[in-house]
């Protein structure tokens, strides 16, 4: 504070402090001397950050000597082991780096918070009296018996040890397509003596009930014969 504005603050001290009102709480006249005890008192306050700041220095100083210290004692360590093993370098990788760049992501670089969005369904469903809607398509369903597709594939192998699905859909063309193949596939993966081989393929051809000429290409899928299917080959008619 300047001395002009101390002499300033001390005269209007002086005008408040004969007030009538402020006489009537009977002040004590060391407020008259409130700025110089606040001089006093930033003068001291100061002092103290010095030594606070100069304490913080001396232990920055010396934090950082230990660091610098304790990093040239690791050089040292690479370096006299480096000299040890000049002769004899060591097989394959001696040193492996994580990445080659870092990965930096910033907080502002994520996505903000996009609330799920909530479906509005209403599941009634009005129709006006006029409308006549065929149900038809309800019981309009296919059906795959799959124990006469185990039953063909057994006779087949009455003959021969070993039979892939492309013979048996050439040998009992397919009724219902595309669901007969999955019935056939869904057979194997049951039988644990048939093979599923993802690493080859082979192409089921079938004509669909419209004439039309159908192909799928599938993993390889072989039937065998077991035990079982033997005793039933020779038990049959």
Known sequence: MSPQRQEELSEL??????????????????FLHLHHDWLTAGEVTQRTVARLSAELRRYLDDKAWLENRR??????????????????????????????APDVRLVMDR???????KPE???AIELSRADDIPADALFDRVYVDKERLG????????????VSLAEVAAAHPF??????????????????????????????????????RRQATVPLVLFARTVSAGVQAGAAP
Do not use: K, N
């Not at 001290?13 to 004969?18: K, M």
């Not at 039953?151 to 070993?162: T, W």
């Not at 669901?179 to 644990?192: F, H, Q, R, T």
């Open 121 to 123: 369904i209403d599941a």
């Open 111 to 117: 996505p903000l918070f996009s609330p799920p969005m």
């Open 71 to 100: 990093i040239m004692e690791i050089l040292r360590g690479i370096e006299a082991r480096a000299l040890e093993i000049r002769d004899q370098p060591p097989d394959g990788p001696f040193m492996e780096l994580d990445e080659m």
């Open 151 to 162: 039953r063909q594939v057994r006779r087949l192998l009455q003959r021969r040890a070993q």
């Open 175 to 212: 009724e219902h397509g595309l669901a007969e193949l999955v019935a056939y596939i869904s057979l194997a993966s049951d039988d644990p003596a048939a093979i599923i081989d993802g690493q080859q393929c082979e192409s089921i051809v079938w004509t669909d009930a419209d004439g039309r």
């Open 13 to 30: 001290l002086a005008r408040v402090f004969v007030l009538e009102p402020v006489q009537g709480l009977a002040p004590d006249r060391r």
